[in-house]
């Protein structure tokens, strides 16, 4: 089919392939080596580089780590410091929670419930409150494990790195019964 311009009365355009099929997937399979070769051939940001890098000079005093991991984030650090008793709440401290990633440091102060009837972890924000009900002793999942290192820290802080899956008979040594139900409860705020 010709097309014509109707108010100039140009040329007709003719319609062709510019290049044949074989040159086309041709061309195409070449441009995705090139992509892929230069993609590869990229340096990686520095903190992928250095597995070895750290910030541990830069830590505060007291500080104990409870997971040091390589996520699809970067290399990931939590640990606590700056442990304090709650003076009206007996069994209840306040500690400072130290998350390092590669190319920043977030402090948070959590509270960690020590009773053998109402471990817990409160943590959040001034907008979302998290109080995490806890069974030392009990099921440990990549969706508690966290919360249960922190529990170990700084209720029993000799036990504080270790596995907590593994300390299932210190737990029931120590009063904990380890049959308790792991609950969570999301409590929102006004924020400030």
Not at 41 to 70: I, T, W, Y
Not at 71 to 90: A, L
Not at 95 to 124: F, H, M, N
Request: aromatic share 4%; proline share 8%; hydrophobic share 40%.
């Amino acid at each position: 089919m010709l097309n014509r311009f109707r108010s100039s009365g140009a040329c007709p355009l003719r319609r062709r392939p510019v290049l044949p099929m074989a040159s086309l997937a041709a061309l195409t399979l070449a441009a995705v080596s090139v992509t892929a070769a230069s993609f590869l051939a990229l340096p990686r940001p520095a903190a992928a580089q250095d597995e070895s890098r750290s910030n541990a000079e830069n830590r505060p005093k007291g500080f104990k780590v409870l997971l040091d991991r390589v996520t699809h984030r970067g290399r990931e650090v939590v640990g606590i410091y700056g442990q304090v008793s709650e003076p009206s709440q007996p069994g209840m401290w306040r500690v400072q929670v130290w998350e390092e990633l590669d190319d920043r440091v977030t402090v948070a102060t959590d509270k960690i419930g020590c009773s053998p009837t109402s471990p817990l972890r409160i943590t959040g924000s001034a907008r979302r409150l998290v109080i995490r009900e806890l069974n030392p002793g009990g099921v440990i999942t990549p969706a508690n494990r966290l919360d249960h290192l922190m529990w170990w820290a700084v209720c029993v802080p000799e036990q504080a790195g270790k596995d907590p899956a593994s300390l299932g008979p210190l737990a029931r040594q120590l009063g904990y019964s380890g049959r308790l139900p792991e609950r969570e409860q999301v409590v929102l705020g006004a924020g400030r």
